[in-house]
């Protein structure tokens, strides 16, 4: 009797399909989620999701009717017969000391890696046909993958679906790091969404924010899951995956309020008709470093906790298919701002002005208890004009120094004091407060060494220059300019034959 | 007597009349057969767009590709038919203070790069040998459909390329040429596979009419941005960006194309015209004795526009939110007994596992080739050496 059910029930269902007439087409369905996540930085990530889950086993049945699932990549599936694919195109590098950690990062360029069916005998020439045809589908050179940029890794890269045995000759890997992302890689990995751009969250994907960002990484990600809990079938799941980052300098002029429009240019007017999930999740985890604490607008109505990559976080829901949110006007955007605690403290700057003024920085400041507090400051040592220099220039200069004026909390209460009557000590400064005591204190005076010329440079450029230009210049100028004449030698004149005269006497030969 | 010259006269009368009306007919049908030899007989156009120069100052070449790409797909080719091919890419580079965007007009009025743009062929696919394959459809069997050119003897052919040239050449990339030989004798291919039925060819280059001074293939015409011995020179730079934005002959060939719709009735003389040596400075250059129509007849959008047929519909479809399916796909799983274990998910680091797997070893094969020649020629040097009794203390 308990037998004859289950029994019954195969005879049921062995008759219903054929009954029919047709089998019922496999169902599939289309979840989105947008992850926003404000980082300790100042940045802001988001990252998409949108996830098409088609019930039907595509080794067994031949499917020709395609709903939600896109049929360029249905028919890849079978005819290469993957048993997993993942592809991400990436530019940038996610900065995980100033971000935190990601969700999923992915390699600069592109990276492809597939795990195929057992069925497959020539795993090499499969590999190579199906990156030809990726790089037509994604407008990307993948054709460039061969032998030569591709590995077979042996321990890391296990399937993330189902399954059963891993041969890892069956797998292979390959990165190409100069492959650059732009619309045109964009385009088609939109049109596989089943709403396209035209509602739902793929109305924020505009390309010309997406790509004025320090991170974009777009990825598809194919897999066989578990159909149900206790997984005795499997479903295929298409992930795609797309994370930004915007900067706060490069977008926001450095003020850390997001909102939709700032990122995307765009708000979110209704759901994607398709989809049976879409939902958009606001980390308001708020981070303690500036005791700055996070408000969204409009307020969430359902919140969520969870541990996430390690930590407890909070997430707020925004669900774009509850009437609620989308409110009349037809228009959600989102606004994230940062406020800080009012400031109590006093900051005055006066910047220098050469030979003019000296610097002023005056900051009245709390400090907080068993604690060390550094307030530095930089500055730039100038070339000073050659009369301003002292007669012992390679002493050095003073920087006059700092004062601190504090009032330090008395461990005992001090009486009022009367000045005529109390010692001299005691009247320095008037006290108004007998819970603290004013202090007046100095720091040490600061020699800074100036760049110094040598003084006596000058003096010996001169010469050096003079000599040279005598030397060389002048003799050549001497050998050019020279003449030289031939002279008549002079009959004689009255002192010529004077002195002839005297030359005879003395027995010396004439002029 | 009279009554018979009467008749005889009615008569002939008649008979001229008959005469001159089927006479008449005659020429209208002559006229008809005539007119419909200078329509062009294309069923559907195909184009390829070709940037050749690389780095960041030669923006100007990929503004033209993409200037002409956007009129092409305005005035309704699809992407299907139009292969592009980048050699760089400006609007993704670290240099392009607008990042996803190409701008051919100063002051950012115009965005050639646009949403919906797909490059076939992109960055280091573009060289000479690629090119010419897609020319003449030479290409290796696992080439996606996208990055063919899979016209026939009906198709118009738009060829655009730009970049830097030279008397007689094409510079692709900075690293390769392709001649002006090659290309008539690739078009030459092309004709005799009969992969065109008429072909456009426009350059904008330096000296880019001795591009196609020596084609040879009927069917051809050609245009030029300037003569050989002259520079084409570039428009106007933007002051943001920091270099030139386009060149002045595609400059002006788009302004004129913005004017042109799909129904427009201009002719190739109008293009011819676009652009005169006071606005471009070197003297644009066209070549039509190839052609077998007289280029007033034929329209700028048979190889601009496309062939379609669309037939309008006013039934509506809506779309409605299947709720009902998701229910119903947990009633089935509840009532399909599978007759199979439980499946699970692989273990993402089982570390046990790794460090006691054996590497594989690869597959041994018996060495072959100049191994082998090389151990045979030892074997024969040893035994002739030795003699043959020797080899029973091997065997």
Known sequence: ?511 | MVAACLFSKGLTLLAGLLLFSFGSLAASQIEDQAEHFFRSGHTNNWAVLVCTSRFWFNYRHVANTLSVYRSVKRLGIPDSHIVLMLADDMACNPRNPKPATVFSHKNMELNVYGDDVEVDYRSYEVTVENFLRVLTGRIPPSTPRSKRLLSDDRSNILIYMTGHGGNGFLKFQDSEEITNIELADAFEQMWQKRRYNELLFIIDTCQGASMYERFYSPNIMALASSQVGEDSLSHQPDPAIGVHLMDRYTFYVLEFLEEINPASQTNMNDLFQVCPRSLCVSTPGHRTDLFQRDPKNVLITDFFGSVRKVEITTETISLQPDLEIVESRYKKDWMDEELMEPLKYAEQLPVAQIIHQKPKLKDWHPPGGFILGLWALIIMVFFKTYGIKHMKFIF
Request: contains cysteine; hydrophobic residues 40%.
């Open chain 1, 1 to 511: 009797m308990a037998a004859a059910l289950p029994l019954a029930v195969l005879v049921l269902l062995l008759l219903g399909p054929v009954g029919r007439g047709h089998a019922e087409p496999p169902r599939d369905t289309l979840r989105e989620e947008l992850v926003i996540t404000p980082l300790p930085s100042g940045d802001v990530a988001a990252t998409f999701q949108f996830r098409t889950r088609w019930d039907s086993d595509l080794q067994r049945e031949e499917v020709s009717h395609y709903r939600l699932f896109p049929k360029a990549l249905g028919q890849l599936i079978s005819k290469y017969s993957l048993r997993e694919l993942h592809l991400s195109f990436t530019q940038g590098f996610w900065r995980t000391r100033y971000w935190g950690p990601p969700f999923l990062q992915a390699p600069s360029g592109a990276e492809l890696w597939v795990w195929f069916q057992d069925s497959v005998t020539d795993v090499d020439k499969s590999w190579k046909e199906l990156s030809n045809v990726l790089s037509g589908i994604f407008c990307a050179s993948l054709n460039f993958i061969d032998s030569t940029n591709t590995v077979t890794p042996t321990a890391s890269f296990k399937p993330l679906g189902l399954a059963n045995g891993t041969d890892h000759s069956f797998l292979r890997y390959a990165v190409l790091p100069r492959e650059v992302v732009c619309t045109e890689n964009l385009t088609p990995w939109k049109k596989l969404l089943p709403c396209s751009s035209k509602a739902g969250l793929s109305v924020l994907l505009k390309a010309d924010r997406l790509f004025h960002t320090s991170y974009h990484s777009q990825a598809v990600h194919i897999r066989p899951v578990c159909r149900n809990a206790r997984c005795t079938s499997i479903s295929w799941e298409l992930r795609q995956t797309l994370s930004v980052v915007y900067d706060a300098f490069v977008t926001a002029q450095g003020k850390k309020d997001w909102s939709l429009f700032r990122m995307f240019s765009r708000t979110l007017t209704e759901p994607c008709p398709l989809a049976s999930e879409s939902r958009v999740y606001v980390d308001i985890t708020s981070y303690n470093q500036d005791n700055e604490t996070l408000e969204v607008n409009p307020p969430p109505t359902t919140t969520y906790q969870d541990v996430t990559l390690g930590t407890r976080k909070t997430y707020a829901i925004y669900d774009l298919l509850d009437m609620a949110v989308i409110n009349s006007s037809r228009n959600l955007n989102l606004q994230l701002k940062w406020k800080s605690p009012p400031e109590n403290g006093y900051v005055h700057y006066q910047p220098a002005q050469d030979r003019l003024q000296p610097h002023l920085l005056e900051m009245l400041i709390q400090l907080p208890a068993n604690s060390a507090t550094k307030v530095s400051i930089q500055f730039e040592r100038a070339l000073l004009k050659w009369t301003e220099y002292t007669p012992d220039p390679n002493h050095g200069f003073y920087i006059s120094p700092s004062v601190l004026s504090a009032l330090v909390p008395s461990v005992v209460a001090a009486k009022p004091v009367d000045w005529e009557e109390s010692p001299l000590f005691k009247t320095l400064f008037p006290a108004s407060d007998s819970s603290s005591h004013f202090v007046r204190l100095y720091t040490e005076p600061l020699l800074v060494n100036l760049p110094t010329p040598d003084f006596s440079m000058p003096y010996n450029v001169i010469c050096l220059t003079c000599t040279v230009v005598a030397v060389c210049y002048g003799s050549f100028y001497n050998l050019l300019t020279r003449t030289f004449h031939i002279e008549e030698p002079s009959t004689g004149g009255l002192a010529k034959r004077l002195a002839n005269l005297i030359r005879r006497a003395r027995g010396v030969p004439p002029l």
